[in-house]
């Protein structure tokens, strides 16, 4: 158990819905990463947060938004979903900015019908 | 750009074998992070081991050790008695304030 928590652990939706994945960071790490894995690929950096500021982005589409609560924790909103948006999205925390090593929740499996 | 390059998409070994996954990257700073991580059929990611480049002594976690070579900018991993639990898709990691993810090595284990 990495100290990540993800809710919900499965999320079945329609073709141009919105949701919200959920996102607890470990205790005491600041920083917050979603990323993207669809079947069979690599990881696809979405976006971070530090300390509930904005502080890099990655390969995020414009349907897509985050944001990072005084508590800390995070929530990722997917809107107007499309099929290829099905995926498994995992958040990931880290104590500082950047450098330093990132745990991962457990994942959100996300399917678009 | 930073870059990592998995080039060995699937591999096996017989159970209590050794095998090794390789690993190599491109950039030109001097001070990063390397990691190993581990994704079972469940798809949870799992951190095995973690290098700092400024460290010249190879990381070990139990049966998990890697070989740093970074002038080369390599980092194997190895895994020694290897269990059928192993049995995931490894993915290398570069982190320098950006983590870059290889495309990973999936590793099946066989009684």
């Known amino acids: 158990d990495s100290g990540v928590t993800q809710t919900p652990k499965h999320l079945i939706t329609a073709t141009g819905q919105r949701v919200t994945l959920r996102c607890s960071p470990r205790?005491?790490?600041?920083?917050v990463y979603w990323y993207q894995q669809s079947l069979d690929q690599g990881l696809q950096f979405l976006i971070q947060y530090y300390n509930g500021e904005e502080r890099a982005k990655g390969n995020i589409l414009e349907r897509f938004s985050a944001q990072q609560f005084p508590d800390l924790h995070s929530e990722l909103n997917l809107s107007s979903l499309e099929l290829g948006d099905s995926a498994l999205y995992f958040c990931?925390?880290?104590?500082?900015?950047?450098?330093?090593?990132?745990?991962f929740g457990p994942g959100t499996r996300l399917t678009v019908l | 750009a930073q870059t990592v390059t998995q080039s060995q998409p699937e591999m096996s070994v017989q159970e209590a074998e050794t095998v090794t996954l390789s690993c190599t990257y491109d950039t030109s700073e001097s001070n990063y992070y390397l990691f190993w991580y581990k994704q079972p059929p469940s798809r949870q990611m799992i951190l095995v081991i973690r290098q700092e480049a400024y460290k010249q002594q190879n990381a070990t976690e139990n049966r998990f050790s890697v070989n740093f070579q970074k002038a080369a900018k390599s980092f194997s991993l190895k895994i020694s008695d290897s269990q059928l639990g192993d049995t995931a898709m490894y993915f290398c990691?570069?982190?320098?304030?950006?983590?870059?993810f290889g495309a990973g090595t999936r590793l099946t284990v066989k009684p």
């Open positions: 990691a570069f982190n320098n304030n950006d983590m870059r």
């Open positions: 990931a925390s880290s104590v500082g900015r950047g450098l330093d090593t990132q745990y």
């Open positions: 205790s005491g790490d600041l920083s």
